[in-house]
């Protein structure tokens, strides 16, 4: 069964006389292990989509199942055990929490859920973002590539079978933003996750295996573009 199905999904924001239609009966289907990238002008509407499948945002109308799971269905206590189990967000901004370490920050999404990180666990990813001895660092201590691959490392420590990316790279440089999208990409091949992306970048965009075009809320293209 395909790990992401959206039906007819709408999102209208604000009140009669001055609304604003985001998502305009969006349909679409992702099949497991697929990386796709999201393109399309500012205001277009991939962050909503994004926000909603990653269960953060709701639809005005319309059905999204997660592997197989209709988030409409969830309460939001159930909602956010789900989504800390099979959804890793990635912002363009981080959202890191100051006060917390690096491996606070890396281990939070296991910790709201009782669970612990094994020592090991911690360390190999760590060592897999190149961060083995900045642990103990608050994010404020760290470049922004440095931040970026902590947040990558909080959202997929969890091992979730969907992750989507809000412009991971927006905030970086050339260089960091490369390096961001290959490990990205390792991580995607490495644990067959599903990863969807969304960018600005025609570069990036072109490293995914689908791309998908957004304008004024509906998908105009839709296509594979390598194997
Ligand atoms: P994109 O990510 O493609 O830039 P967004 O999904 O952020 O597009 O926005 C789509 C449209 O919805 C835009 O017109 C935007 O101004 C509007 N919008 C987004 N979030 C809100 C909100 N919380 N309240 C009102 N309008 C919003
Ligand atoms: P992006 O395109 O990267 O999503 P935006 O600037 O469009 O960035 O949106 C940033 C935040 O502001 C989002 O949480 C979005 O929901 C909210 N937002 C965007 N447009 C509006 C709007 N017209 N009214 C209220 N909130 C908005």
Known sequence: NPILQVRD???????????????DHVSLTVNRGEFV????????????????????????????????VELSTLNESRLAVFRRRQIGLIYQFYNLIPVLTVRENLTLPLLLDHRKAGKGQVQAMAEELGLSDRLNALPGELSGGQQQRVSIGRALLTRPA??????????????NSAAIVELLKTFHKKYAQTLILITHDPDIALQAQRLIRIEDGRIVKDEVIRP
């Not at 999904?9 to 998502?23: E, H, T």
């Not at 393109?39 to 199942?65: A, C, E, F």
């Not at 969907?162 to 260089?175: C, I, Q, R, S």
């Open 9 to 23: 999904l709408c999102k209208v924001y604000g009140s009669s006389g001055n609304q604003v239609i985001a998502l």
């Open 37 to 68: 990238s999201i393109v399309g002008p500012s205001g277009s509407g991939k962050s909503t989509l994004l926000h909603i499948l990653g269960g953060v945002d709701k639809p005005t109308s319309g059905s999204v199942q997660v592997d197989g």
């Open 162 to 175: 969907l992750v989507l990316a809000d412009e991971p790279t927006g905030n970086l440089d050339t260089k």
